[in-house]
């Protein structure tokens, strides 16, 4: 394909899935791809690309930017920058979701809850990085211990209407608990609102430390998952919002990032002294230090062009 305007990448690495998305100088996507393929994959992260590139109908030469984030944001070949998670979906799901105050992601080893200001930009943040309690790997422990697969467990849930308590939240041990209520003969519907219901009051304690703003919108994802949008908008009292593609959040603000760099017609800069003047960073970090536990693949292409804002 040949192109009159300038396309950008961004690149989501994350703990068990990469995602990439190429976009265009209005911020339109025109290609993106996540992949599963194990913890911080490369040959998964290299695929994403590959992926989003050939749907645009381009090459690596033909892109004016590349950006890059989440925990191996490092290893990303190609990029000129690399910013954090946080910087990344707040700047993403902003220009998904025009409006948004409260950013709520969910990922596979870690949660995280950001406010924005009017425009999209970081107030304050806290995360959930010390242990997979309320974090996808949690909803993997229950699919696994009541024999029903991820991607129905949150229909199952929906079912349930008996609160069972769940007094831990470690995923270390929570399959230990699961297993004891299943041998009560609790009804796995009951377990899975249950896990359900305690994952959100742990994230409702995340979003303590930031404060409550409205709207909320939640990603990641466990953001596919009706119940957990369904209980998470209980525990708040409030709509939660979902992106229509709340996976690629992140890697689409740091697309958009590379953009903002190429608009100012300065080089998107590498990690050095200094180079964060080009961008705000968050202004202040909490994390999640202490725990109430008992201790401390596939693939999916998106070629169509989505008109976002930002």
Same mark, same amino acid.
């Given at each position: ?7 950008? &990448? ?21 290609? !993106?791809?996540?992949? %599963?393929?194990?913890? +911080? ?17 381009? #090459? ?14 490092? =290893?990303?070949?190609? %990029?000129?920058? #690399? ?18 105050? =409260?950013?709520?992601? /969910? ?5 995280? %809850? ?11 943040? !806290? ?10 790997? $949690? ?10 697969? =991820?991607?129905? @467990? ?6 349930? #209407? ?10 270390? $041990? ?13 009804? /796995?519907?009951? /377990? ?11 994230? &409702? ?10 709207? @909320? ?13 369904? $209980? ?15 996976? /690629? ?18 080089? +998107?800069?590498?990690? @050095? ?5 080009? $961008? ?15 201790? #401390?693949?596939? !693939? ?11």
């Amino acid at each position: 394909m040949t192109t009159t305007t300038q396309a950008y &990448l961004g690149v989501d690495l994350g703990s068990t899935t990469a995602k990439a998305v190429v976009i265009d100088e209005s911020g339109t996507i025109l290609a !993106a791809s996540t992949v %599963a393929m194990g913890a +911080v994959s490369r040959a998964g992260m290299r695929r994403a690309v590959d992926e989003a590139l050939s749907a645009a109908g381009l #090459s690596a030469a033909d892109l004016a930017g590349t950006v890059s984030t989440g925990y191996g944001r490092r =290893l990303v070949p190609g %990029a000129q920058r #690399s910013f954090t998670e946080i910087t990344c979906h707040a700047r993403g799901t902003s220009a998904m979701v025009p409006g948004c105050r =409260l950013v709520i992601d /969910i990922g596979g080893q870690d949660s995280k %809850a950001i406010t924005v200001d009017d425009h999209g930009m970081v107030q304050e943040f !806290a995360m959930n990085d010390r242990c997979a309690s309320g974090t996808g790997r $949690f909803y993997e422990v229950l699919a696994q211990a009541i024999e029903v697969p =991820l991607e129905e @467990v949150g229909e199952l849930a929906l079912q349930g #209407s008996n609160d069972l308590e769940i007094s831990t939240m470690c995923a270390t $041990f929570a399959e230990t608990e699961i297993v004891s209520l299943l041998a009560r003969d609790a009804p /796995i519907a009951d /377990i899975a609102a249950s896990v359900h219901r305690a994952i959100a009051s742990r994230t &409702l304690a995340l979003v303590a430390q930031v404060g409550r703003h409205t709207p @909320v919108v939640l990603t990641g994802g466990v953001a596919r998952n009706p119940a957990a949008v369904e $209980f998470l908008a209980r525990a708040l009292d409030t709509g939660v919002l979902v992106p229509e593609h709340p996976q /690629i959040t992140g890697a689409y603000g740091a697309a958009l990032l590379a953009r903002d760099a190429g608009r100012r017609g300065r080089q +998107v800069m590498d990690d @050095v002294a200094g180079a964060d003047d080009l $961008f705000p960073r968050p202004p202040e970090t909490h994390s999640c230090g202490s725990c109430d536990g008992t201790s #401390s693949t596939g !693939a999916v292409a998106l070629g169509l062009p989505v008109r976002l804002g930002g």
